[in-house]
């Protein structure tokens, strides 16, 4: 077979469906790249005449224009850069790919300055059509002597290129809106679009609804003209009465020119020494709707090893970890890329609320994902670094205040311990329990085995035993405390958690009395397995104790999280898997008890006694807080009865 080398050619008609379909996987993002090649222009423009290379008026405003006429059913994006010869056009428009700015940077690339530009791909363009039945570029350049071009396409496989009428230098992209988009584009979506995607693009941007203008500038003139008629009306009547009359005539009311729908200078440009708390509060309310102050913000600044900017937020807590959809906006040059993208930001950085612009990303073409890279990996590494530092900090020169705001930052930091080691790393001994008495204390400042409470309310009298005992208590309520225990046992050994109603923390009762005390409870209970001991808790202390071991609870805790993934009618044995180690700890100090087994001994007291057993294993449950159903039910039955029989 004969050798052959050549290249391999693209049917436009076959590829292009593919490009306007599957590039962008949100129809909206047409507009962020109409815009942003309109600030590619302006910045371009701009970039030329720092050069030398043209001239420009000094006080020249730059901006970009978006019409929407959904009478004539177009929407137009016009701009004031550095707009286009019929050769440029032919060269950038009609070669798919070839990017515009990409050949600007190579042409300038000794001469610095290059952020500033943001399209790469040379794509951006085509996605007019996800939305367009035709599009038209009327196009100027900021050349001498240029003559104005004119560009049409419909459904971009083929085109028109001839003479234009633009007078003034800059392009306007005309898209005639198909069907969909007609129903889809109405005034208040592309003020949405815009607001979303080109909040904060560096040039400011002007939106006209066409026909909304219209209809509200004849309501104004209805309105004028019944309010001067009925002027007049008042007017003549004053005439004809002979009366004084020194009313002004109504005025025809005109609306101030509408300002930029986007903030083109956000505050995380700034440094960070010259913004106010004030500022910082206001762009906090303007950008996230959320009108309760932040507890505190990082602001990111920094030039190497990469060039990042914004500001994180900390919220105030909303005790949750779910639906955090928006909360994380990041930007690459002031254009908006995406939320909470996962590859940047830590899944547990989403509890906060924050602006991050990271021009070096390494996006890819559709400039809505990101393409994995060591930045990307050294960014977010970095990102998590900062906000360690900031807290950390904060705890080592602002306990009070930082102690302040555990309870909003609890959550949060327990959940980036458990999934980020080395955010861990640099926290652990920032770690914070609050004790039941309201104080915060450290793992350091606690000990190595810290009793903790589930339930400050239902577990008052544990609490209390505790106490007396000489415990500090920490309250651990929270879903993410069971799993955040067993990692800070795993790495700070020999440190143990105990739930205080897990062991009794008191000396040994009456060791005669187990054997008694063990048969009567296990019969009564119908439980054959019950751990029975005996202990002197004192004379005022209660009859009964009921306690469950560490690992039974968060066994337990184990089972619930079985049961919502398999479901509880699954047929598996949760029984058998996940089986209650509880133990009853009978006081021998308690006259009560003493009672109980002074019957014990009596063949004809046995219903009595059993009554009376019956009664103190119940309290003992209640206690704990496992009495429930039919069980409590009887036991309010029996108390009653109880309570009847005395005299």
């Known amino acids: 077979m ?108 000794d001469k610095g300055d290059e952020g500033a530009i943001i399209g790469h791909f040379g794509l951006g363009f085509y996605s007019a059509f996800m939305v367009s039945s035709q599009v038209v570029i009327n196009t100027r350049s900021y050349r001498k002597d240029a003559t104005p071009a004119r560009w049409t396409s419909a459904e971009g496989m083929e085109f028109v290129l001839d003479a234009g009428d633009r007078a003034e230098r800059g392009t306007d992209i005309i898209l005639t809106l198909n069907e969909e988009a007609q129903a889809e584009l109405t005034g208040y979506k592309v003020r949405d679009i815009l607001h979303k995607y080109c909040e904060f693009m560096p040039y400011e941007i002007y939106f006209t609804d066409v026909v909304s203008d219209r209809e509200q500038k004849s309501d104004r003139e209805k309105r004028y003209k019944e309010q001067v008629e009925a002027w007049e009306k008042r007017k003549a009547e004053a005439l004809e009465k002979k009366e004084d009359f020194t009313e002004a005539q109504p005025t025809l009311y ?63 807590a909303e005790n949750t970890y779910e639906t955090l959809d928006g909360r994380i906006k990041l930007y690459s040059n002031q254009v908006f890329v995406a939320d909470n993208i996962k590859e940047v930001i830590p899944d547990f950085l989403f509890l906060l609320k924050g602006c991050i612009d990271a021009p070096d990303l390494p996006l890819n073409v559709s400039r809505s994902f990101l393409q994995n890279d060591s930045y990307v990996k050294k960014l977010s590494e970095h990102i998590v670094r900062k906000v360690a530092d900031r807290l950390t900090k904060m705890f080592e020169k602002e306990r009070d205040i930082y102690n302040g705001y555990w309870k909003d930052l609890a959550v ?46 239902r577990q008052v009298a544990y609490i209390k035993r505790a106490a007396d005992a000489g415990h500090t208590v920490v309250i651990m309520d929270h879903e993410l405390d069971n799993p955040f225990m067993s ?96 133990t009853l700890a009978v006081n021998t100090d308690s006259p009560l008890a003493a009672k109980l087994r002074s019957l014990a001994d009596i063949p004809a007291k046995k219903e009595q006694g059993d009554e009376i057993a019956r009664q103190i294993y119940d309290l003992a449950r209640l206690s704990h807080g496992s009495l429930a159903g039919q069980d409590l039910a009887d036991f309010l039955s029996r108390s009653t009865r109880l309570l009847n029989e005395l005299d």
């Open 487 to 582: 990692m800070l046992e795993q790495k700070q050994s020999p440190l143990k958690f105990v739930r205080i109603d897990s062991e009794v923390d008191a000396a040994e009762g009456v060791i005669e009395h187990q054997e008694t005390f063990e048969k009567l409870f296990r019969r009564i209970s119908g439980q054959d397995k019950l751990t029975v001991e005996v202990r002197a808790l004192g004379e005022d202390g209660p009859a009964a104790v009921l306690t469950e071991s560490e690992t039974s609870r968060r066994s337990q805790e184990m089972r619930k999280q079985f049961e919502r993934m398999q479901g509880k009618d699954s047929g598996m044995d949760f029984d058998s898997m996940f089986p209650i180690e509880q």
């Open 254 to 316: 005109e609306p101030a020119e509408a300002g930029p729908v986007n903030h083109p200078h956000p505050l995380w440009q700034k440094a960070p020494k010259d913004c106010t708390d004030e500022e910082y509060k206001a762009f906090y309310r303007d950008t996230f709707h959320d009108y309760r102050e932040p507890l505190f913000w990082i602001h990111l600044n920094m030039d190497y090893p990469f060039h990042v900017q914004g500001i994180l937020y900390f919220p105030q």
């Open 412 to 457: 949060f930091v327990k959940y980036g311990c458990l999934r980020e080691e080395k955010f861990y790393d640099r926290m652990k001994d920032a770690l914070l329990f609050e004790t039941t008495d309201g104080e915060f204390k450290t793992v350091k400042e606690l000990g190595q085995k810290i009793w903790y409470t589930t339930d400050k309310a």
């Open 2 to 109: 004969e050798r052959k080398e050549g290249q391999i050619s693209v049917n436009t008609e076959n590829i292009f469906p593919v490009i306007r379909k599957w590039l962008y996987s949100d129809q909206d993002i047409f507009l962020r790249e109409l815009v942003s090649n309109g600030t590619d222009a302006i910045s371009k423009f701009k970039r030329l005449v720092q050069l030398g290379e043209t001239d420009a008026d000094a006080n020249e405003a730059y901006r970009i224009d978006v019409v929407l006429d959904t009478d004539q059913h177009t929407l137009t994006v016009s701009d004031n850069g550095l707009g286009m010869t019929a050769e440029e056009i032919d060269k950038y428009i009609n070669q798919i790919a070839y990017s515009g700015a990409v050949s600007f940077l190579e042409q300038y690339k």
